[in-house]
């Protein structure tokens, strides 16, 4: 397996008082010569090649080709039903590192969890036995991947979700290494309040499993639009990436430049499950299997969406002024 990416980890620690934005991991991952940089994003895929989710997969191992891609994005509910059983499931192997084996997809995988994945045992996921066994696979809490191009933050949505505490109905969650009782969100909110203020990217995204605005079966997630919207609307966030309903869509912030972009149909898809076709700042949205891409120079951004044929099914592109820090 050729992987051919620079990672860099720095474990910000109580010490490095320079940062922050001490809590949240960082990683470096390098843009290309020219200093452009593309990833492919894909949300609630894990079932053992079932459901398309094997033909997702093939597409975007052409389109990774096509875009000389630097990294995968997962948007979480990595395995389904239940997440993981522990880090020697082997839904592992079956749902991920014999699905996606494209050339183009040996790169660096950067995962956050869903609430899907809360229903198994969540740090197994987390567990650096994955990442042995499979060096593509990256999933933490909460993180950054910095690529000076592009500063991406990784939030784990699920704990902000009050039902999953309240309502969890037949299911039950693990919060195990988060707290025995509702897990506090307060120093994810705190860590994302400063991490994007020392931002020097040209880009600012953020990924998170649940949605901030969508027409489709969860809708809007109201604790995300309480606490987490505010923080991204003054950090000059450009997008809002997430999976957890199963459809693509783009959806513009009708208050600020912030683009919603769902990605959540790598198998999963609920045909016809959708609510407020008529919403303003709906862009698109497509209730079938697919995927998204995304590429970044200094001044412009594409974003496409595919269904499970590789078709283009919608473009986003969006441009800036080159900005230099004097
Ligand atoms: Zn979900």
Same mark, same amino acid.
């Given at each position: 397996?050729?992987?051919?990416?620079?990672?860099?980890?720095?474990?910000?620690?109580?010490?490095?008082?320079?940062?922050a934005y001490a809590q949240l991991l960082r990683f470096s991952h390098s843009?290309?010569?020219?200093?452009?940089?593309?990833?492919?994003?894909?949300?609630?895929?894990?079932?053992?090649?079932?459901?398309?989710?094997?033909?997702?997969?093939?597409?975007?191992?052409?389109?990774? @080709?096509?875009? /000389? !891609?630097? $990294? =995968?994005?997962? #948007?979480?509910?990595?395995?389904?039903?239940?997440?993981?059983?522990?880090? *020697?499931?082997?839904?592992?192997?079956?749902?991920?590192?014999?699905?996606?084996?494209?050339?183009?997809?040996?790169?660096?995988?950067?995962?956050?969890?869903?609430?899907?994945?809360?229903?198994g045992d969540a740090e197994a996921q987390l567990s650096p036995v994955l990442?042995?066994?499979?060096?593509?696979?990256?999933?933490?809490?909460?993180?950054?991947?910095?690529? @000076?191009?592009? /500063? !991406?933050? $990784? =939030?784990?949505? #699920?704990?902000?979700?009050?039902?999953?505490?309240?309502?969890?109905?037949? *299911?039950?969650?693990?919060?195990?290494?988060?707290?025995?009782?509702?897990?506090?969100?307060?120093?994810?909110?705190?860590?994302?309040?400063?991490?994007?203020?020392?931002?020097?990217?040209?880009?600012?995204?953020?990924?998170?499993?649940?949605?901030?605005?969508?027409?489709?079966?969860?809708?809007?997630?109201?604790?995300?639009?309480?606490?987490?919207?505010?923080?991204?609307?003054?950090?000059?966030?450009?997008?809002?990436?997430?999976?957890?309903?199963?459809?693509?869509?783009?959806?513009?912030?009708?208050?600020?430049?912030?683009?919603?972009?769902?990605?959540?149909?790598?198998?999963?898809?609920?045909?016809?499950?959708?609510?407020?076709?008529?919403?303003?700042?709906?862009?698109?949205?497509?209730?079938?299997?697919?995927?998204?891409?995304?590429?970044?120079?200094?001044?412009?951004?594409?974003?496409?969406?595919?269904?499970?044929?590789?078709?283009?099914?919608?473009?986003?592109?969006?441009?800036?002024?080159?900005?230099?820090?004097?």
């Amino acid at each position: 397996m050729s992987i051919s990416f620079l990672l860099t980890l720095f474990i910000t620690s109580s010490l490095s008082s320079l940062s922050a934005y001490a809590q949240l991991l960082r990683f470096s991952h390098s843009s290309k010569h020219d200093a452009s940089l593309s990833f492919l994003m894909l949300g609630d895929w894990g079932r053992r090649g079932a459901f398309n989710q094997s033909q997702v997969a093939f597409q975007m191992g052409k389109v990774g @080709e096509r875009l /000389d !891609i630097d $990294f =995968v994005v997962s #948007t979480g509910d990595n395995f389904y039903d239940n997440g993981l059983i522990s880090e *020697h499931d082997n839904a592992f192997a079956e749902s991920f590192t014999k699905i996606y084996t494209a050339e183009s997809l040996q790169k660096q995988w950067y995962s956050v969890l869903g609430n899907h994945d809360y229903r198994g045992d969540a740090e197994a996921q987390l567990s650096p036995v994955l990442r042995e066994m499979d060096s593509r696979w990256l999933c933490l809490r909460s993180f950054i991947v910095d690529s @000076e191009l592009v /500063d !991406i933050f $990784f =939030v784990d949505t #699920t704990p902000f979700v009050e039902k999953y505490f309240t309502e969890p109905q037949k *299911h039950k969650y693990d919060w195990g290494g988060i707290g025995p009782q509702k897990p506090d969100v307060g120093n994810v909110i705190k860590d994302l309040e400063l991490a994007p203020k020392e931002s020097r990217a040209q880009w600012r995204g953020v990924v998170g499993h649940h949605t901030i605005r969508s027409v489709g079966h969860h809708g809007d997630t109201q604790e995300l639009v309480e606490k987490l919207l505010p923080i991204l609307q003054a950090n000059n966030i450009d997008f809002y990436m997430n999976g957890h309903d199963h459809c693509l869509e783009h959806i513009s912030d009708t208050e600020s430049p912030i683009q919603f972009l769902t990605s959540g149909a790598g198998s999963k898809a609920w045909s016809g499950d959708l609510q407020q076709m008529n919403r303003r700042g709906l862009n698109f949205f497509y209730d079938g299997q697919g995927f998204m891409s995304v590429q970044l120079t200094q001044t412009h951004a594409t974003i496409e969406f595919y269904d499970v044929f590789g078709n283009v099914l919608h473009t986003l592109a969006s441009s800036k002024q080159p900005h230099s820090f004097m």
